[in-house]
């Protein structure tokens, strides 16, 4: 699943105002290449991921500080629904200091969305 999740982020430009915007975008997307996925996942009655396609998580974000979204993915990777996780996100930043980052023993993969933003 990881790779069909990977080949549906990398290589576009997403032409989107914000996050909601980009998320459905990538819904779209992940809809055409008929790669089957749930939005907006309740992993705990307090967490809730933005996209699930099979055991990876998928998590979007287009600002952020590091830190932050790290807290964030660390408690997403203890949920055993989870195997691995991608960021999907706008931000340089996070890739130079996310890709390939492990929490409670999950890799996480950063995806840079290149496109136009506000």
Not at 27 to 53: G, Q
Not at 96 to 112: E, P, Y
Request: glycine share 6%.
């Amino acid at each position: 699943m990881i790779e069909q999740v990977l080949e549906v982020l990398r290589g576009r430009r997403w032409r989107v105002q914000n996050e909601a915007e980009l998320q459905v975008a990538i819904a779209e997307e992940l809809r055409t290449a008929r790669v089957p996925f749930s939005r907006e996942v309740m992993l705990s009655c307090h967490e809730r991921i933005d996209f699930m396609v099979g055991d990876v998580g998928v998590e979007v974000k287009v600002d952020g500080s590091v830190a932050e979204i790290a807290r964030q993915l660390q408690r997403y990777a203890g949920h055993e629904a989870i195997a691995h996780l991608v960021l999907a996100t706008t931000r340089v930043r996070h890739i130079t200091q996310l890709d390939q980052a492990t929490f409670a023993g999950k890799r996480v993969t950063v995806v840079h969305l290149a496109g136009g933003w506000p």
